[in-house]
């Protein structure tokens, strides 16, 4: 019953603000709710405070004894949900598939798959030396394992 009235307002709060997504939600068993939130642009702590408003004002404190937790996903967090993809485009993102780890510029996003771009130093195909060749992969949503922003300095 509390799960549901909490899953309830977290929803009707989402859609009162499209911008904002979910990313995680958990109810722990001493009712402490935690709500992972990511947008479009971004997620300012007043976003985090409407969600938060939106839940906590609902609920009465005399019923339920709960904690609440409204959080945005972490710079460093692994990219969960295709909006996430769009709002990165143009990055370097470190991508883990079964079978293989890259790390490219995310330069195209679809409904389907994600498209990687990285140069590479490669033996010359005629002498000596290398040169520089540019490389992509398309790589399909279900495909990936794990993907991070990379943060450069």
Not at 76 to 104: C, F, W
Not at 118 to 142: H, L, M, S
């Amino acid at each position: 019953m509390f799960k549901s009235t909490v899953t309830e307002l977290l929803e009707a709060a989402l859609i009162e603000r499209p911008d904002l997504f979910l990313i995680d939600f958990s109810i722990q068993g001493d009712n402490q709710i935690k709500v992972t939130i990511d947008g479009d642009n971004g997620v300012l702590v007043e976003d985090c405070m409407f969600i938060s408003r939106a839940i906590e004002h609902n609920l009465d404190r005399e019923e339920q004894d709960f904690s609440l937790e409204v959080m945005s996903a972490g710079a460093t967090s692994p990219l969960v949900h295709k909006r996430q993809y769009k709002k990165n485009l143009n990055r370097i993102l470190d991508v883990k598939t079964a079978s293989d780890t890259m790390e490219g510029t995310l330069t195209e996003v679809t409904d389907n798959d994600i498209k990687l771009e990285w140069k590479v130093r490669e033996p010359k195909p005629i002498g000596k030396g290398k040169v520089t060749v540019k490389k992509q992969a398309n790589i399909a949503y279900e495909n990936i394992v794990e993907a991070k922003v990379m943060i450069k300095f």
